[in-house]
Nanobody, 114 residues
Framework: QVQLVESGGGLVQPGGSLRLSCTVS????????MAWYRQAPGKERELVAS??????TNYANFVKGRFTVSRENVKNMYLQMNILKPEDTAVYYC?????????WGQGTQVTVSS
């Protein structure tokens, strides 16, 4: 059974940093694009950053220059978040396209507040 598990969320002050992790289990081959999405209360889920199996990255304009997405050993993805702002507060979800099907993690809460 394919599972995506996120970790690394928490409470941080404005200007601080957090590193999110996502690990895929239950599959060995076929992991294509992986991505981070986020959903704030009362808002729709939005794409934050994505990374292909070859390492090509794509970022939403609102995180360019502050967030960095990376992958390790195909099954692990990270999101380094710097210069965090209160508007970055949201539940962050890991997404992966595996054998042409989309899978989601359960989400991890990121709260940016003083």
């Amino acid at each position: 059974q394919v599972q995506l598990v996120e970790s690394g969320g928490g409470l941080v002050q404005p200007g601080g940093s957090l590193r999110l992790s996502c690990t895929v289990s239950g599959v060995i081959f076929g992991i294509d694009v992986m991505a981070w999405y986020r959903q704030a209360p009362g808002k729709e889920r939005e794409l934050v950053a994505s990374i292909s199996s070859g390492g090509s990255t794509n970022y939403a304009n609102f995180v360019k220059g502050r967030f960095t997405v990376s992958r390790e050993n195909v099954k692990n993805m990270y999101l380094q978040m710097n210069i965090l702002k209160p508007e970055d507060t949201a539940v962050y979800y890991c997404n992966a396209i595996i054998n042409l099907r989309a899978y989601w993690g359960q989400g991890t809460q990121v709260t940016v507040s003083s």
